[in-house]
Antibody
Framework: EVQLVESGGGLVQPGRSLRLSCAAS????????MHWVREAPGKGLEWVAG????????GYADSVRGRFTISRDNSKKFLYLQMDGLRPEDTAFYYC???????????????WGQGTMVTVSS | SYELTQPPSESVSPGQTASIICSGD??????VSWFQHNPGQSPVLVLY???KRPSGIPERFSGSNSGNTATLTISGTQAMDEADYYC?????????FGGGTKLTVL
C-alpha cells in the first residue's frame, strides 16, 4: 500500500525551530518529486516547498523562503522540512505529498499523508 | 505572484450538476489539478492535467480548461460529494492553489 506518514509536529514558541518528517512506503521513493503543503486554521491549502527525486530543490513559497529547508533521504525513504524562525502565521496542518510523474515535476500531487499539526505560540 | 480565484461557495441539489470554476491569467496554457478536501482528512486528487481522473475517481467528475478559466463539473452530484474543492496549477516552479470552494449538497 502506498503510504505517507508525517511526524514531528507540536507546540513551539515563536522564533524557535522544528523539523517535520515524512516516511514513505509502498512505492519507489527516489523516482518522485515530493512536497510539503499546509493548511492554516480557517484558511485554504498553501504549497510550502518541493524537492526533486534527486534531492535538488524545486522551490519555496515566498512566505517561508529563507526560513524553511526541504530535504530528503532516499536511502531511508524520508522527506524532511526544517522550519527555523517560526512565526505564529506558520501555525497549520502540514501535509507531505507525492507528485504523479517519475523523474519530473510540475504535475499533480496524487498521494497525501494524514498531516501533522504545528502550533506556533508563546 | 500568480493567483487562482475560486468562488467561496456553491450549492447544488442531489442528482443535479455542480460546476466549480477556477480563474487565472492564461490558465488555459497550464495544466490544472483539482482536489477534494473534507475536514480532518487528507486532500484527494480528483482530476489532473485538466480532465484526467485518477484510478478510483467516479466518472461523474470531469473537467475542462480554456482561456482564463478551468471548470470542475460533477454530474449527478451525491451527498458524499459535499466538500471543499481546490484547483491547483504551476507557475514559475511554484505550485499555486486556489482559495477553495465549499460545495454544499442540499
Amino acid at each position: 500500500e502506498v503510504q505517507l506518514v508525517e511526524s514531528g509536529g507540536g507546540l513551539v514558541q515563536p522564533g524557535r525551530s522544528l523539523r517535520l518528517s515524512c516516511a514513505a512506503s509502498g512505492f519507489t521513493f527516489d523516482d518522485y518529486a515530493m512536497h510539503w503543503v499546509r493548511e492554516a486554521p480557517g484558511k485554504g491549502l498553501e504549497w510550502v516547498a518541493g524537492v526533486r527525486w534527486n534531492g535538488n530543490s524545486i522551490g519555496y513559497a515566498d512566505s517561508v523562503r529563507g526560513r524553511f529547508t526541504i530535504s530528503r533521504d532516499n536511502s531511508k525513504k524520508f522527506l524532511y522540512l526544517q522550519m527555523d524562525g517560526l512565526r505564529p502565521e506558520d501555525t497549520a496542518f502540514y501535509y507531505c505529498a507525492k507528485e504523479i510523474p517519475k523523474h519530473t515535476t510540475g504535475d499533480a500531487f496524487d498521494i497525501w499523508g494524514q498531516g501533522t499539526m504545528v502550533t506556533v505560540s508563546s | 505572484s500568480y493567483e487562482l480565484t475560486q468562488p467561496p461557495s456553491e450549492s447544488v441539489s442531489p442528482g443535479q450538476t455542480a460546476s466549480i470554476i477556477c480563474s487565472g491569467d492564461k490558465l488555459g496554457d497550464k495544466y490544472v489539478s483539482w482536489f477534494q478536501h473534507n475536514p480532518g482528512q487528507s486532500p484527494v486528487l480528483v482530476l489532473y492535467q485538466d480532465y484526467k481522473r485518477p484510478s478510483g475517481i467516479p466518472e461523474r467528475f470531469s473537467g475542462s480548461n480554456s482561456g482564463n478559466t478551468a471548470t470542475l463539473t460533477i454530474s449527478g452530484t451525491q451527498a458524499m460529494d459535499e466538500a471543499d474543492y481546490y484547483c491547483q496549477a504551476w507557475d514559475s516552479s511554484a505550485a499555486v492553489f486556489g482559495g477553495g470552494t465549499k460545495l454544499t449538497v442540499l
